[in-house]
């Protein structure tokens, strides 16, 4: 079993930053990718960024690319989501999610955290 915590969610304007942390516990951190997916209201559950167990390759989707960077500190089992010019439209609560594969399929993910809220006022 394994116990994902995300944090650092809350209310900033738009062309601000925020950053997330996704806390994990439960089995070998380093064994496995992680994600970060979000989902507005209203819309389904969308990948954002993705990292390798090494953190040595990411995934962006086109909509973050060169705003938000994913990476990973092994020794403190923590995936961080740094967004930077935040858009009104990043407005969703975002997921932390771990696989064994390096993938952005949603369907491919073993476990989840419970997500924290980003809300991107204009």
């Known amino acids: 079993q394994v116990h994902l915590v995300e944090t650092g969610g809350g209310l900033v304007q738009a062309g601000g930053s925020l950053r997330l942390s996704c806390a994990a516990s439960g089995r070998t951190f380093m064994s496995y990718a992680m994600d970060w997916f979000r989902q507005a209201p209203g819309k389904e559950r969308e990948f954002v960024a993705a990292i390798n167990w090494s953190g040595s390759n990411t995934y962006y989707a086109d909509s973050v690319k060169g705003r938000f960077t994913i990476s990973r500190d092994n020794a403190k089992n923590t995936v961080y989501l740094q967004m930077n010019s935040l858009e009104p439209e990043d407005t969703a609560v975002y997921y932390c999610?771990?696989?064994?594969?390096?993938?952005?399929?949603?369907?491919?993910?073993?476990?989840w955290g419970k997500g924290t809220l980003v809300t991107v006022s204009s």
């Open positions: 999610a771990t696989s064994y594969s390096f993938t952005r399929d949603v369907y491919a993910m073993d476990y």
